[in-house]
Nanobody, 128 residues
Framework: VQLQASGGGLVHAGDSLRLSCVAS????????MGWFRQAPGKEREFVAA????????FYADSVKGRFTISRDNAQNTVFLQMNSLKPEDTAVYYC??????????????????????WGQGTQVTVSS
């Protein structure tokens, strides 16, 4: 499976962005999906995850209430709606897929080790 993330850009604090992650090569409907981000000099960190059905979601505390993860399996796409952006949200954002049948819990879905394939990332820069 190949993932193509897009939608990043340069925005001001308080603005919104919507990231998209489109899959090719295989349907995403069998996979739990996650978004992670990595700021310069920092480790990659969990942002949000969504179950294959879209019914269950998890969020990092730092984005809860501001970001929303969703998916459209018919379009083979996962989205990350980011509202009320802050300068500390500046990072490269990556989408990833988990297809090994790992139980969908915050502990598993927040770990980079659980994911089987990754997109190339899209840069989000938030100015103050």
């Amino acid at each position: 499976v190949q993932l193509q993330a897009s939608g990043g850009g340069l925005v001001h604090a308080g603005d919104s962005l919507r990231l998209s992650c489109v899959a090719s090569g295989r349907t995403l409907s069998n996979y739990a999906m996650g978004w992670f981000r990595q700021a310069p000099g920092k480790e990659r960190e969990f942002v949000a995850a969504i179950s294959w059905s879209g019914i269950q979601t998890f969020y990092a505390d730092s984005v809860k209430g501001r970001f929303t993860i969703s998916r459209d399996n018919a379009q083979n796409t996962v989205f990350l709606q980011m509202n009320s952006l802050k300068p500390e949200d500046t990072a490269v954002y990556y989408c990833a897929g988990e297809g090994s049948g790992t139980p969908f819990t915050i502990a598993t879905m927040s770990s980079t080790w659980e994911y089987d394939f990754w997109g190339q990332g899209t840069q989000v820069t938030v100015s103050s």
